[in-house]
């Protein structure tokens, strides 16, 4: 485990609930992007359910919208979520990491522990790293995996990206104007992997 996701585990323990969702929200639009190649590719799944869900994280961070009907939204999910014996393509793994990390979103709503958004993290970690295996061409009984995954740039940029935008939400209030630069700030660093 690197020494910036520890830091990134500090500042979601000590965040509340809110904060802590909007995190989550912009992560989640970070992500969107690899499901909707995986959806565009492979013509199977539904980016707009994951938009919806986007949103409504939005709208909860700034408290606008009570939390219910959530087993109803995982219910969804789970239909776009790709069986990855049904694709012979690392796209399906990528958008199943994205649904998983969604539902990890969705399961926070309701239990407000943070384990669940750090296995969001864990998510978009495990996309990174395949992503990084694949790219590189890095068995996986190589003795020096894990330090060749987390030395990668893509991997630290990650990092870096939720550091920064963890210190920006933990320095802020969250209001409309703030989530609005929040989410400009976010989508003009890099994507993730695609």
């Not at 500042?11 to 929200?25: D, E, R, S, T």
Request: glycine letters at 2%; hydrophobic letters at 40%.
């Amino acid at each position: 485990m690197s020494v910036l996701y520890r830091k990134i585990k500090i500042i979601i323990k000590n965040n509340n609930f809110h904060k802590n969702v909007l995190f989550a929200a912009l992560n989640c639009e970070k992500l969107l992007p690899i499901y909707d190649v995986f959806h565009r590719k492979c013509q199977w799944g539904d980016t707009a359910c994951l938009k919806e869900q986007i949103i409504l994280l939005y709208d909860i961070a700034l408290q606008r919208t009570p939390i219910f009907g959530i087993e109803d939204i995982k219910e969804k999910l789970q239909l776009i979520a790709p069986d990855l014996d049904d694709f012979n393509t690392p796209l399906a793994s990528y958008a199943l990491d994205v649904c998983c990390s969604f539902d990890e979103v969705l399961e926070y709503l309701v239990s407000h522990n943070n384990k669940n958004i750090e296995n969001s993290i864990t998510h978009i970690i495990d996309t990174i790293d395949l992503y990084i295996q694949l790219k590189n061409n890095i068995e996986y009984g190589d003795p020096h995996l894990e330090y060749k995954i987390d030395s990668d740039i893509i991997m630290q940029q990650e990092y870096e990206r939720q550091l920064s935008i963890l210190q920006k939400i933990k320095t802020n209030n969250i209001t409309e104007d703030f989530i609005l630069e929040i989410r400009t700030y976010n989508n003009d660093l890099k994507n993730i992997i695609m």
